[in-house]
Antibody, heavy 118, light 106 residues
Framework: EVQLVESGGGLVQPGGSLRLSCVASGFTFRSSWMTWIRQAPGKGLELVANINEDGSQRYHLGSLKGRFTISRDNARNSLYLEMSSLAVEDTAVYYC???????????WGHGTLVTVSS | QSALTQPRSVSGSPGQSVAISCTGTNSDVGAYDYVSWYQQHPGKAPKLVIYDVYKRPSGVPDRFSGSKSGNTASLTVSGLQAEDEADYYCCSYPSGFGGGTKLTVL
């Protein structure tokens, strides 16, 4: 059974930083593209970043202006999202997903809530 | 502003069929057969129900079907059941997600 378990969310002040983690099991992690998708309260889904199997290719949402960085550790079956200079509009549930390519996100974690507020 | 346009809401009675549209452009929906659909119940993570326009993942009932014509993709839910009441999101390569549609079972 595929499992994706996110952690690291919480309350942070504007301008602060946070690191999200996602531990994967039940599939061959090192052979899978992975993606972070977020959902602001009461809003729709937004692709934040994705990364290829060995981490050599990464895409980040342009509007993030370099504040977020996706990475992975295949030895630990883990996906990460480093977030800095956080703003109120970054408040959202962040989901870790598998990515079989061409906008197909097969499996989703339960999500971790990031709240940016003073 | 979402990349793809979906109706905000649709509704139907149990047993009926409803269709949810997803309109893009000739650079995304119209150009590629890479449209996926996701079902999201309140407080839950989204779940993939259709990919590559019409393919169903294992375990998804055949009441869910997908199609495409020109720049518009559609998700049809036949034989509506109470548990189908949820938000539905389309997604198309390379543009991203639609704004979501709330399906209400009357």
């Amino acid at each position: 059974e595929v499992q994706l378990v996110e952690s690291g969310g919480g309350l942070v002040q504007p301008g602060g930083s946070l690191r999200l983690s996602c531990v994967a099991s039940g599939f061959t992690f090192r052979s899978s593209w992975m993606t972070w998708i977020r959902q602001a309260p009461g809003k729709g889904l937004e692709l934040v970043a994705n990364i290829n199997e060995d981490g050599s290719q990464r895409y980040h949402l342009g509007s993030l202006k370099g504040r977020f960085t996706i990475s992975r550790d295949n030895a630990r079956n883990s996906l990460y999202l480093e977030m800095s200079s956080l703003a109120v509009e970054d408040t959202a549930v962040y989901y870790c997903t598998t990515d079989s390519g061409y906008s197909t996100f097969n499996y989703w974690g339960h999500g971790t809530l990031v709240t940016v507020s003073s | 502003q979402s990349a793809l346009t979906q109706p905000r809401s649709v509704s139907g009675s149990p047993g009926q069929s409803v269709a949810i549209s997803c309109t893009g452009t000739n650079s995304d929906v119209g150009a590629y057969d890479y449209v996926s659909w996701y079902q999201q119940h309140p407080g839950k993570a989204p779940k993939l129900v259709i990919y590559d326009v019409y393919k169903r993942p294992s375990g998804v009932p055949d009441r869910f079907s997908g199609s495409k014509s020109g720049n518009t993709a559609s998700l049809t839910v036949s034989g509506l059941q109470a548990e189908d009441e949820a938000d539905y999101y389309c997604c198309s390569y390379p543009s991203g997600f639609g704004g979501g549609t709330k399906l209400t079972v009357l």
